[in-house]
């Protein structure tokens, strides 16, 4: 459940249970590792001001937008929902099912495909 708090002025969870990410590359976490294409953040620069200062698959030097909403709402970084470690408790968390390069028409991000 969410509300508007005149205190704090921002957006609130309330219970949070689950976080679930869709989206392309301003909010994948890592997705496109796992994909057979061109479109990958696995290599510096990506991850310099990351927590572990490595690439994590990002399209960004550090925290993106839900690990930030994730860190406001008490709970810990969705994982991407292709990473093998996306099980049991973790998954009760949520998931981050957002892809560089994905849009609504079947030819977006063709160029990407390897």
Do not use: C, W
């Amino acid at each position: 459940m969410m509300f508007f708090s005149t205190n704090t002025n921002y957006l609130r969870a309330e219970a949070a249970r689950a976080f679930f990410v869709f989206g392309d590359s301003l909010v994948d976490s890592g997705n496109n590792n796992y994909l057979a294409t061109t479109a990958r953040a696995d290599s510096p620069p990506y991850g310099i001001d990351y927590p572990t200062h490595r690439p994590t698959g990002r399209f960004s030097n550090g925290l993106n937008l839900p690990d930030i909403i994730s860190e406001e709402i008490g709970s810990e970084s969705t994982l991407p929902y292709l990473n093998p470690e996306l099980t049991g408790e973790k998954l009760l968390v949520g998931a981050n099912f957002a892809s560089a390069g994905i849009g609504v028409l079947n030819d977006t991000g063709v160029q990407f495909r390897s």
